[in-house]
C-alpha cells in the first residue's frame, strides 16, 4: 500500500524558512520522481518541485526558484522541500505526490500559513 505521510508545516513570518518532509512507504522509492505540489484556496494544486530520486536531478518551478530546493534522503524514503524567504503567496496546503504505474498518489498535505 502506498503511503505518503508530509509533516513540518506551520505559521511562519514572510522572510522566514520552512522544511516540509515526505516519507514515503510501499513502493520503489528509488525508481521513481517525487514532487511537490501546492494547491491555495481557491485555487488549483501546483506543481511545485520534483525530483529523480535515484540521480538526484531536481527541479523547482519558476515562481519559487532560487528560495525552494528538494532533495531525498534514500535510505529514510524521505524527500524533504527547503522553503526560504517565505512570502505571503506561498502560503497553501502542501503535498507529497508520485505517479506510479500511471496513477497518481498524494499524501494528505500539511498546511504552511505565512502571514505577520
Known amino acids: 500500500q502506498v503511503q505518503l505521510v508530509e509533516s513540518g508545516g506551520g505559521l511562519v513570518q514572510p522572510g522566514d524558512s520552512l522544511r516540509l518532509s515526505c516519507v514515503a512507504s510501499g513502493f520503489s522509492f528509488m525508481n521513481t520522481v517525487m514532487n511537490w505540489y501546492r494547491q491555495a484556496p481557491g485555487k488549483e494544486r501546483d506543481w511545485v518541485a520534483g525530483i529523480d530520486v535515484a540521480h538526484g536531478i531536481a527541479s523547482v518551478a519558476d515562481s519559487v526558484q532560487g528560495r525552494f530546493s528538494i532533495s531525498s534522503d534514500n535510505r529514510k524514503k524521505t524527500v524533504y522541500l527547503e522553503m526560504s524567504n517565505l512570502k505571503s503567496a506561498d502560503t497553501a496546503v502542501y503535498y507529497c505526490?508520485?505517479?506510479?504505474?500511471?496513477?497518481?498518489?498524494w499524501g494528505q498535505g500539511t498546511q504552511v500559513t505565512v502571514s505577520s
Open positions: 505526490n508520485v505517479l506510479l504505474g500511471g496513477d497518481d498518489h
